[in-house]
């Protein structure tokens, strides 16, 4: 491995003392990976002594706290300012590297943004290993990844925004870009958005070699109704401060739309929950524009239980769900 090649994994922790062990192990079991920077974001728990713990001796495994927990948009950019490897790449604390997880992605050229398939399992440790597919790859647009970021009805989740690719540092510096602290929810999607309007070359592969652990307890779950508006108003910003293409402003606008119409249902159900069913309705009064939006997201979950059995396509015998399809390396 050259240094050109050398990968730093940046973990974000908050009270991951059950996982965050599995997370560092699977990074520094890569020969790609020269650092792994840990920030610990105001844990309450014994995630820096389990994290401690998984230390290899290699002195590749830097541990940084924070006092008060600032979210992990705040720790990634910190990690960021305290490393030095050219290409980095996200791993959430919940989450683990399958070997070999650089190898294909390090062999494309061109790119500036790599990301590889995602296995989503119930496993904590990842003992059951990914399907082989081949290392195919194909350059993602700016709309094309808009796009892959609204989710429909009826469509199991498959956000292309969920990637976790792996980043040139120096067209991040070029760029001046980081991550949106301002942001608790999409705060990856913003970037990665930012960085494809500044003409980001981002490739995608076929090859699995990230595992993202299911959990009903996951903090990306957990996003507050402010947390949402957030992120539609990060959208209108970037809408209202950069000269767009068409076609790529006319996707962001329906982003930014999906996006809002979430915050309208979330802030009318916790109108409701709060100060009564009275409260709500003069809120909608008051802002009638969100009508449309709330009445479908309650029609969606007075009917959930009668969706079609797609919108809850069970995991394979594998106990593997992919991100994205793929082409396994046995066919022609």
Known sequence: MSYAEAVCVIIAAKNAANT?????KSALRETAVSEVV????GSQDATVSTASAADDGTGRLNIVSFQENRGPAAARNHAISVSTSPLIAILDADDFFFPGRF???LEQE???FIADNIAFTQETEGTTQPQSFQSRAHRLSTVDFIEGNISSPGVRRGEIGFLKPVMRRSFLAAHDLRYNE???LGEDYDLYLRA?????RYTIIEHCGYGAVVRA???SGQHR????RRLWEADQAIRRATVLPSDVDEALARHEKHIRDRYELRAFLDEKAQHGKAAAIRRVLKNPAALPAIAAGIFRDKTRQFRTASETEAAPPSGLRYLLPGVPVAQK
Not at 38 to 41: A, H, N, S
Not at 225 to 228: G, H, I
Request: charged share 35%; aromatic share 4%; no cysteine.
């Open 38 to 41: 840990v920030i610990d974001d």
């Open 225 to 228: 109704t402010d947390d949402l």
């Open 110 to 112: 061109d790119w500036d």
């Open 103 to 105: 190898d294909a992605m």
């Open 217 to 219: 307890d996951s903090l």
């Open 20 to 24: 965050i062990g599995t997370a560092i």
């Open 182 to 184: 301002a942001l608790r």
């Open 196 to 200: 494809l309007i500044k003409g980001a």
